[in-house]
């Protein structure tokens, strides 16, 4: 069985530690270079230079892929609050109608009668469909 640490092994993983290695590597080729100083530093200047222009466009391309994401997101987020909307609306009306249902049972079973009403049982049913619309 493969542990948790080499299924989580990706493609990014591989790319940053090859950008490390490969930075490493001509770092260590510019120090070890027979140059003189000057020639150097101007290697390693065009190298820093070379390297922040790198890193403003990764973050770029971060910034336009974490809208990208937020954006996704967003969309699914409502879509998921418009599906439990209905998904809750329609539990509600399930339970409206068997609560209205079950009252109109009880009133068969044992009629009372409400001098309210006349004993037509019209409150009781009024009251329940309350109780059941809060």
Avoid: C
């Amino acid at each position: 069985m493969e542990n948790n640490e080499a299924k989580s092994f990706n493609g990014k993983d591989f790319v940053l530690g090859s950008i490390i290695g490969a930075l490493g590597g001509a770092l260590t080729a510019l120090l070890l270079a027979p140059k003189t100083g000057t020639e150097l530093r101007s290697d390693l200047n065009s190298g820093t230079v070379e390297l922040k222009h790198r890193a403003s466009d990764w973050k770029d391309k971060a910034y336009v892929k974490g809208s990208e994401w937020k954006e996704t997101a967003v969309d699914k987020g409502s879509e998921w609050k418009d599906k439990a909307y209905v998904k809750g609306s329609e539990w509600k009306e399930k339970a409206n109608d068997s609560t209205t249902r079950l009252v109109q049972k009880a009133q068969k079973l044992s009629p009372v009668q409400d001098t309210e009403t006349g004993g037509d049982g019209q409150s009781e049913s009024a009251a329940a469909n309350d109780i059941a619309d809060q």
